[in-house]
């Protein structure tokens, strides 16, 4: 089992970035795929990026392609989800989440784990 706990989240003005992190417990977090969602109030959560088990393979929604990257550090069991020119409609819960299906997944219905979430707001 892995236990997931997002941090850096906060207020940014657009045009702005933030770097998210995410710590997991145990010691296979390098057998895990890793994935970031969001869910902004009102709407569905949904799919921002995906790292494979070992950093080589990296997919991003087209909403942020381009402006944000996604890396994992398996010695520190952490990924991060940096996010660069940031936009009002960022505005989210960011969550990561954990997979061991080994092909690219981008449905949250893949992810086995998830984390409690780190707000993100983007002010105009």
């Known amino acids: 089992q892995v236990q997931l706990v997002e941090s850096g989240g906060g207020l940014v003005q657009a045009g702005g970035s933030l770097r998210l992190s995410c710590a997991a417990s145990?010691?296979?977090?390098?057998?895990?795929?890793m994935g970031w969602f969001r869910q902004a109030p009102g709407k569905e959560r949904e799919f921002v990026a995906y790292?494979?088990?070992?950093?080589?393979?990296?997919k991003f929604a087209d909403s942020v392609k381009g402006r944000f990257g996604i890396s994992r550090d398996n010695a520190k069991n952490t990924v991060y989800l940096q996010m660069n020119s940031l936009r009002p409609e960022d505005t989210a819960v960011y969550y990561c989440?954990?997979?061991?299906?080994?092909?690219?997944?981008?449905?949250?219905?893949?992810?086995?784990?998830w984390g409690q979430g780190t707000q993100v707001t983007v002010s105009s």
């Open positions: 989440a954990a997979s061991n299906i080994l092909v690219v997944v981008t449905t949250a219905g893949q992810y086995a784990y």
């Open positions: 790292i494979s088990r070992s950093g080589g393979s990296t």
């Open positions: 145990g010691r296979t977090f390098s057998s895990y795929a």
